[in-house]
């Protein structure tokens, strides 16, 4: 099972001309990796687009891997087998428990799987070249022979995934420094971002890290709840040699590094359908069973939040890891000068409602979450969940718009203050006057009403 796991966290940067992050400090709320949850489709290559799903009739997913990933997953379990191929060399072919093979006239076998390991990695990389600031993981179900295959090498290779990929340890045999992370736990998604290293690649055959230590081995590193158990049941472990699942507490095993933990949630059994990944991913049964998890992790809540169907009622999980990534408690935006707070206009939180100053009063419409999105934040407030927006140099409330440039700010770090960066265009979100609307003008250094602090 290959799970491609594509993280959003913010960091405290310095704008450049062509937009390229310089990490200075982190901000209050950025979270590191271990932190994070990640939206993961569960078998994302068993597809209503592709070959082996329709031979088999065992589709997981609705979309390709690139719609899956245009529609907000971050993480993507994918399965690999080594197999026959047309030109009669063997490769990796993206599979789940058996490829589809043709057999020619001279008796030759090889198999028709739609996609090979190395076109899904390569379809990995052109969304990370088209998204600079978001983070891939691969945590490879290792189908690909013994110890002396090279398939795996060859697809990291040939997709172009060597040059992004993570390295834990301090510096590998060709000098590329590292993050150490047995002795420094996980870094920031900014971290990572600001060197490059924005492949994670696990893999569950140990084999693979004694040739590339940045090929990791799965079990070294993060804890799985059993597949086999029913997604509202109990959350045991792998068993077998395994961690338990209180290992991804590190306390627990005097670890200096935390353990990632993959939460399986979904039906046991084939085929999944539809309808009961409809019955699983709801916010109520999804935060039950994560419930249930926490407590056999000592506490740990989920970093893959794994499901089938991940678009099933209306992006039910998708909303629930988005939840688990807000920050709670961010309750007030203060100015620096004269600790006046954000706050919209007459208490409204319609579309185009104005973004002002007012004295914290500790109202609901002045109470606003941080969400990471890639190296940015997206700030919402109220059940409705409007961002505050950048609309032609004023600050306005919006619904979300997938996200846009004008609806996400990047934090840069002045002394204990930030300023408040737009993605759209660089410029400040700047204090306009007592209860008057905040506008966005260009930063400067000496601007007090350019300053903010956050209030938990």
Known sequence: MIALLLAALPGATTATADDTPVQEAAAPWEKKLFDMTFLTAHNAMANHRSVFAAAFNHAYQRETITGQLNQGARALMLDAYRQPSSSGKYDAFLCH?????????????????????????AEVVKFLNDNRQEIVVVNLEDRLGDEHSNLVYEAVSDSGARRLLFNPTPKTLDGTPGFAVKDKDWPTVSDMISVNQRLLFFSSNGWRADKDPRIMYTKEWTVENSFEEDATGSCDGQGGDAKPLNAAHRSLYHEKYTRLFTMNHFSHGT?????????????????????????????????FLAVDYFDANDF??????????????LTAIANYHDQTVLDTEGGS??????????????????????????????????????????????????????????????????????????????????????????????CSSTDVNQLWEFHR
């Not at 428990?97 to 057999?103: A, F, L, S």
């Not at 028709?112 to 190395?118: D, F, G, I, M, V």
């Open 97 to 121: 428990g058996q490829c589809p093979r043709t057999v020619t006239k001279e008796g030759e076998i090889y198999s028709t799987a739609s996609q090979t390991l190395t076109s899904g990695l």
């Open 271 to 303: 085929p999944r359908t539809e309808a009961a990944a409809k019955r699983y991913n709801t916010a109520d049964t999804i935060s039950s069973h994560v419930a249930t998890c926490m407590r056999a992790t000592g506490g740990k809540k989920p970093n």
């Open 316 to 329: 039910a999980a998708r909303e629930r890891v988005q939840t688990y990534n807000t920050v709670r408690g």
């Open 349 to 442: 939180f319609e579309d185009g409602t104005r973004v002002v100053t007012w004295t914290n009063e500790r109202k609901a419409n002045q109470q606003w979450y941080a969400e990471q999105w890639g190296s940015d934040i997206l700030f919402f407030i109220g059940k409705e969940r409007r961002l505050l927006t950048n609309s032609g140099g004023k600050a306005t409330l919006w619904w979300d718009y997938h996200h846009r440039p004008d609806q996400r700010w990047k934090m840069v770090r002045k002394g204990a203050y930030y300023q408040i960066v737009s993605k759209q265009d660089g410029k400040c979100l700047t204090k306009a006057g007592h209860g008057q609307q905040m506008v966005i003008k260009s």
